[in-house]
């Protein structure tokens, strides 16, 4: 079949390696942002600045914020349902007065399945928009959608950056960039925080680039606790990485020992999709459960975060109202910070005055 | 299953019960809109003269109408198809200058179908948009929403209502809404005013609301036909509930006999999706379809309604053409004044300046 | 069946003899777009007046480019997938400053796939929406969607336009339009060019529309060269309207004889779709693919062009690769044109100042 030797010969992962995302370094006009390596800290101060300024500038209904992004429009194209991350990117640009195009009926009613690749798609939507948000099962896909962006420069009369919404098993940066903004929303600061990651560490590339984005505050004195079970354990080279820049860890597989002394919880759900191995999820499914009993073991002023969609991982529908009514609940308010980070990150990508 | 547990543990309909949903009392903003029974006469008043007055403003291209919702966000979450009802929502959004994010490829494509839950799915709308448009097969799923919109006040830092665009078999309190504000647009008012109601008035959730909102004109002397075959008459209670408010029914299989003395036919939509039993179905399906012939049998001054789409219940494509010919076929107008009447609810809803 | 009985009643392909769309004649307002046949040479010079004049204020973010059409709202319905088309007009409109309404999770979700016919549909969509963008599978339904929308005046206190985005076999007039827009833009005129038509010119309409459109400028000695396999020739009927209107042509299957001498090579996709016999398929799929060695062999001021999507038409991905590079390709230029053009349709038929 034709269509898959052209599959065969462009893969999405190879551009992991082939594309070299731009570092921020101060200025984030339109540069492509695909994985959080990009940021460094002083990049992270700016994002957080001007996202909680929006916070504030959209809760008393600023006039001036929707003309920001005034005559830009962004492109959606999500491959994969995402529904938070697609509502959130689409919310973001049209509280800054942008606009938002999508195929109708959605990606996979598009001529992509109909066999066209990647890199012709994403150049089609970079005709008609300014920014693209792509989410896409394959790891790699954003990068190799920044790599075939940048070939069009002066093909046609406009430049377009695209935004990771998540990449397949590789990086989803928005979301590790808006778990903390939330932390330091909540607490201030990094400095001798306990924070504790809980669940499937080994495919969780939410964990895995949050992990990396809480190294970026190497003098903050920040503990990491690893909670998984053996089988699902943090790869070892984010561990390494934690560990050269000064942030302790560690790692176990009991809860109890550790969730008393903890100022951060962060929650994972468990994508059954993620996983080759049926066993494995099995074994994660039933292994952490969030009730109210365990949360009432935390900390008066610990907080717990989750990514949200949840499932069974924080027990019952009733399990769940519980949990919502404990003020240690932040999930939602981290749901909402997603936007706020996200309108930042389209206005300093798109050079707008702040 | 977990999800399945789940699902039994959390019924929609019970909410019907467990939500209060507040009357308007001349006050719309940002209270849920769920059901007729939250509507005096007087809210009726504000609600029409309100769209009335949008109507001519649109119809003038008034520029300062897009500018009424600027920085507002609706989130338009459709879990089964309703075309009318959802264009309708977005235009009335759009046309006020205000914004619409709804999931990419529907949210049939999105994380609820991976067994997410409705009280998680309309929180994450709500922490991103103003107001929600809520349509969904099980009745009672409206109130469910409104109850847990409620539960995150105070954790994030805006708050959402949500508008009911139908719920199963349950209310669409819109669709009613745009049927009244047709009537007394077309007839000024209900005094003295014959009102055919035709076809499954067992499961027509709208002429059920659309009956309720007229028993709110007590002094009007109206007269109520409710024509339909046995196995498919009106409920009970809502024959109850127009008597005791003075208005007078009279119940028949007999179209001709009433027919000839209507001001007003409103003719329903056989919707076969809420049958049970395909046996009453075909009963139905058969029994009254609106023809030519048949208006010919109307007063010259009676209009004939029709809440769309339409199928063989008003015969065939080309009878169709000639009752569209026809001026006392409305089923357009009333089409129209169904964005209108959405404008001015979420005018009102988002308390805007009209 | 009922709804097959209807379907088989009312064709759209009927409606092309029962419908006479306006000519332009220099007046757009409120005009349907369904063929290239409404336009004069004349109104193809303001049109590309228009188009030419928003890329130059789109490319300097001129802001008021984003108020024109302000309190305009543009219904999309594809019933096909398209996205370049899709994409492209509600970027146009949203460019403009208007509004978009598409049915949540498209129209294949939608009321229509209950039965509802195409006249009722796009009736709804009037009743809300200004102008609706039309993409449908049948011949004929651009023009039977502009027949049922005459019938609303009066009727409704607006009035609504269709421009066709594609039906079936039948016509694809803004591709046509884009097309010619971008021979023009990079060759200044058409006087003594030679242009090469590559394909299949069998099932092809857009080499049929830009055929015609081509015919439109008799005196400029232009040569069109019709390259195709024996059994997918161009219809004798558009040759021969070539051929009236002074347009030489070659008729031939070897590209060879004629790309060195051609200014213009317009490669088409095979839509396999569009085959009923799958043995044409196969010879047209493998007969002409445009490789880099290929190319090698025209002009160097030749330019390549294509509608796109791309398939194995243009070899594999590194053929596109190579391709992409070479200064003489030019479809990304071609489709972002696409979206310059439809703002300046939308503009001048919405009578915007433009």
Known sequence: MVQNT???????ADFVKR???PRIFGDF???HVVTVEQFERADLDILFKVATSLR???ASHDPDVSQLARGYLMASLFFEASTRTDLSFQAAMRRLGGEVITPSGGVQFSSVYKGENLADTVRAAACYADVIALRHPERGASYEAAYYLDTLRGRI???TVVLSGGDGI???????LLDLFTILDQKQSLDNLTITLVGDLKHGRTVHSLAKLIARFENARTRVNLVSPESLKMPREIVAYLNVRKVATIETDRLTDVIGKTDVIYWTRVQEERFENPTEYDAIADAFIMTPDLLAQAQDDAILMHPLPRKHEMGTPSDHDLLDEDTRSVYFAQMENGMF???????????LEV
């Open 170 to 176: 590789g990086e989803h940066p928005t979301q590790a």
């Open 29 to 31: 006009k339109w540069k």
């Open 157 to 159: 009369t406009r430049q």
């Open 56 to 58: 504030r500038r959209v």
């Open 6 to 12: 052209q599959r065969d010969q462009r893969r999405a």
């Open 19 to 21: 594309y070299n995302p």
């Open 341 to 351: 980070v996200r309108m930042a990150l389209l206005a300093l990508v798109l050079g």
